[in-house]
């Protein structure tokens, strides 16, 4: 019976990490919260890892900043569909950045101006 219980509570336990190691959680704790590199032909996010598309989900409130480290070639943050954000105008050169405040809850999708869907990412606002 003892070794019965044992099994259910190691059980319960094995579950509850599962259910609690979500990428998708908002940033903070360990992560980068609200950082994307921008590289040749893609954005990835700082938080998880993502590439093409990044995604990254953060909490209302968190700017997110966008680096540049793609040398001399030329991209863009640009917002796509509803719900939307401002764009960044077309640059180029490492170190170049874009940043933008995430108030509104919801889902933010955005692409390269100058790669469209080859380079593609997903900002999750809760």
Same mark, same amino acid.
């Given at each position: ?32 919260? +609200? @950082? ?7 954005? /990835? $996010? %700082?938080?998880?890892? &993502? ?5 990254? !989900? ?22 796509? +569909? @509803? ?7 077309? /640059? $180029? %050169?490492?170190?170049? &950045? ?5 108030? !509104? ?22």
């Amino acid at each position: 019976m003892r070794s019965k219980l044992n099994w259910l509570l190691i059980l319960a336990a094995a579950t509850a990490a599962a259910c609690s190691s979500d990428n998708n959680s908002p940033s903070g704790g360990g992560g980068m919260p +609200g @950082t994307v590199t921008v590289g040749n032909i893609f954005f /990835q $996010s %700082g938080n998880n890892g &993502t590439q093409n598309p990044a995604i990254d !989900t953060v909490a209302a409130g968190t700017t997110v900043t966008w680096t540049w480290n793609s040398g001399s070639t030329p991209h863009s943050v640009q917002s796509q +569909g @509803t719900p939307s954000f401002t764009s960044s105008a077309t /640059q $180029s %050169g490492d170190g170049k &950045t874009y940043t933008f405040t995430f108030t !509104t809850p919801g889902t933010y999708q955005y692409d390269c101006a100058v790669h469209g869907s080859a380079m593609t990412g997903r900002i999750v606002v809760q």
